[in-house]
C-alpha cells in the first residue's frame, strides 16, 4: 500500500478509543465521562487512568509519595534544574524555563531513560532466571554489554539516600516485599560485593516496586514524564529574584584558550 493510501484513511479523520472532547455536551477518556464519572479523581488517579486504563486510589498515592521522596529536589545545581534557574536570570518566562528542564530530564545516564530501562532490565532478567539462567551471569552479560546497569550506581556519593525511605513508605503502604522488589536487591547484592561495586539507586528501588505493582517500563515512562517539575519551579522562582545573567558567570580569565582563532574584539 502507498503512503498516500495510508494517509487518505486518516484525511479528516482521526479514529480512537481513548476518549475526546464533544463541546457543550462531554469529555470523555476510555470510555468514562470525565466530568461525571470521573471528577472526584485526585490528579494522580487521573493521570494513571489516562497512561494505564487502571483506577486505583492506592497505586495513585503509593506513585505519588514515591515521587515525592524520589524527585523534585529543589537545587539549582541539579541538571534539569539549572535550566530553570538559568531561564530566571535570562528572564524567560516559567513555561519556556519549565519546558527546558523536561526536555533534558530525558537523559541517558539520569532521569527518564534510566526509570524506564531499570524496570525493562528486572522484566528480561526475572524471564531468564525462570528458564535456568543465574543471576551472575545475566547480570555480568548485561554489564558487558551496556557497561552499566540502569538503577545502580550513582555519580557523588556511593550510597543513595532515598533507598531507605522509600522502602519505609513501601511497607507503610503493604508493598516491598514482592518478586520484583527482592529481585531488584538481589541484583543490588551481587553488583556491591562485586569488582563493580555498584549500589542499588532510587531508580531500581521504583522499577521494582511498580512492576511488583503491574506497571510496564512504557507506562512508567509516562508516568515519571512530570516528576521532577514541582523541584523545577522553586528553583525558577527564586533565580527569578536574582540579577538577570546572574546564574554561575563564569569570567573570561578563567578560560583557558588553546587554537589559532583570532582573538575577537567586541564592538568590531
Partial sequence: ???????????????????????????????????????????????????????????????EGMWVICTSFPDPRLWNNRIAALAATTRATGVLGSAGALAVSEATIYGLKPIQGVMDFLYRTSEKIEKGALLED???????????????GRPVVDQDERVAPLMDFARSMDAGAGHYTNLAFEVDKYLSTSRYKYRINASGVVAGLLADEGIKPKELYHIATLTFTAGVFPCYIDALKKPEGAFFPLRVSRINSEGTAEPRVWGK
Fill in 1 to 63: 500500500m502507498s503512503k498516500q493510501k495510508v494517509y487518505e484513511k486518516y484525511e479528516d479523520n482521526w479514529e480512537t478509543s481513548m476518549g475526546g472532547w464533544f463541546p457543550g455536551e462531554k469529555v470523555i477518556l476510555r470510555g468514562k465521562n470525565v466530568l461525571t464519572e470521573l471528577n472526584e479523581y485526585r490528579w494522580l488517579e487521573y493521570l494513571l487512568f489516562g497512561i494505564t486504563g487502571r483506577h486505583s486510589p492506592r497505586l495513585a498515592r503509593f506513585i
Fill in 138 to 152: 545475566v547480570v555480568k552479560s548485561e554489564v558487558k554489554k551496556y557497561r552499566g546497569i540502569y538503577g545502580y
